[in-house]
């Protein structure tokens, strides 16, 4: 099924319609990221607490708007984000132990790999059989797979 960017009407309905699941998927990262800046401002400042908040906010909004049927995935989507905004400064204090001139190199690198970290690769579902095998991560698959093997 093709891809289609949905109406200003659509777009209004999917956010009224799903106001729960925006409010849901924003308080909670908004709490954590104010809580953190409240209680240790070295970490995360109010004022960049608060440019997360939106971010994480308009990402949200985004998500719905675009993918109103997949809840847990805007959830996920928030938690990532905020976890991914709270580990900077460690990410930036691990890239400065880079040689001297390649600290750029290091930081860009470290933050790839902690994107990569925050998403699962996912299967889709095969169209010919009913199985909800496909939910499952590769790697768990793969040991589910292995334990039984030696099982039997």
């Given amino acids: 099924m093709p891809f289609e960017w949905p109406t200003p009407e659509q777009v209004t309905y999917r ?5 729960r699941l925006i409010a849901v998927a924003v308080i ?5 990221m104010l809580g953190v800046s409240f ?3 070295l ?20 998500h719905v708007v675009l993918f109103p049927n997949v809840t847990l995935e805007t959830i996920s989507l928030s938690l990532a984000v905020s976890g991914l905004v709270l580990a900077m400064p460690v990410i930036k204090t691990v890239a400065q132990w880079a040689p001297e001139g390649q600290e750029s190199g290091a930081l860009v ?7 990569i970290a925050t998403g699962v690769h996912w299967h889709s579902p095969p169209t010919n059989q009913v199985s909800f095998k496909w939910l ?9 797979r292995t334990a039984t093997s030696q099982c039997w």
């Fill in 15 to 19: 956010i009224m319609r799903l106001r």
């Fill in 28 to 32: 909670v990262p908004v709490i954590v």
């Fill in 39 to 41: 209680f240790n401002p």
């Fill in 43 to 62: 970490v995360l400042s109010p004022f960049h607490a608060s440019i997360a908040s939106l971010a994480v906010a308009t990402l949200v909004i985004g």
């Fill in 109 to 115: 690198i470290l933050i790839g790999l902690s994107v």
């Fill in 136 to 144: 499952l991560p590769t790697r768990i698959r793969w040991t589910l």
